[in-house]
Structure formats: structure tokens, C-alpha cells
Nanobody, 124 residues
Framework: QVQLRESGGGLVQAGGSLKLSCAAS????????MGWFRQAPGKAREFVAA????????TYADSVKGRFTISRENAWNTVYLQMSSLESEDTAVYYC?????????????????WGQGTQVTVSS
């Protein structure tokens, strides 16, 4: 069982930046690929970014490519999402998720472990 806890959300003006963190309670964190997803009001949850267990490979949704950066520090059991040039469309609850697959996935069903989410609100 892996427990995930996100932090770092908040209110930011359009064009600003935020860095989300997700701490995992497992001794085998480096075995998991990690992903970030988000859910805006009235919309389905969508993929944002994911990272290989080693941190050597990443992938992003087209909507955030060039603005967001996913990274991880396996020694700290933590994955990060650096968000820059934020837009009002980025307003959502952001979730981190862990996958037993060594490589990353864009699909929710590949992630059995989820955090409780952190709210990000971008004011225009």
C-alpha cells in the first residue's frame, strides 16, 4: 500500500508559478512511475504529466508542455510539479498517482494509488 500526500497548491495570478509536491509513504518509491492528473470543476479528470521510475523520462499533456516540469527525488520519496506561466484554464484539483509499472502511463487505470488532491486556483 502506498499513501500519497500532495502539497503546495493555492491561489496565484495568471502568469505566475507554483510548485506542487507529493510525498509517498513507501520504502520502494523508486520502483514506481509517478503521474500528475487534474480535475477542473464540471470536467473529467485528465492527465498532466508523468515520470519514469528513474526520473530519466517524462511526458506531458500538450496543454502544459513547455510550462510545467515534473521531477522526482527518490531519496526523499517525493515527486514535484513545477508550474509556470499559469493560466486560468489550469485551475483544478491536482492529484498525484503512483503506478507499479516501471515506465510511465497516461492512463488513470494504470495508477492504483492516489493522493487526496490539492487545489490550484489561477486568477485572471
Amino acid at each position: 500500500q502506498v499513501q500519497l500526500r500532495e502539497s503546495g497548491g493555492g491561489l496565484v495570478q495568471a502568469g505566475g508559478s507554483l510548485k506542487l509536491s507529493c510525498a509517498a509513504s513507501t520504502r520502494t518509491f523508486s520502483a514506481y512511475a509517478m503521474g500528475w492528473f487534474r480535475q477542473a470543476p464540471g470536467k473529467a479528470r485528465e492527465f498532466v504529466a508523468a515520470i519514469h521510475w528513474s526520473g530519466g523520462r517524462t511526458t506531458y499533456a500538450d496543454s502544459v508542455k513547455g510550462r510545467f516540469t515534473i521531477s522526482r527525488e527518490n531519496a526523499w520519496n517525493t515527486v514535484y510539479l513545477q508550474m509556470s506561466s499559469l493560466e486560468s484554464e489550469d485551475t483544478a484539483v491536482y492529484y498525484c498517482a503512483a503506478s507499479r509499472l516501471g515506465t510511465y502511463s497516461l492512463l488513470e487505470h494504470d495508477y492504483p494509488y492516489w493522493g487526496q488532491g490539492t487545489q490550484v486556483t489561477v486568477s485572471s
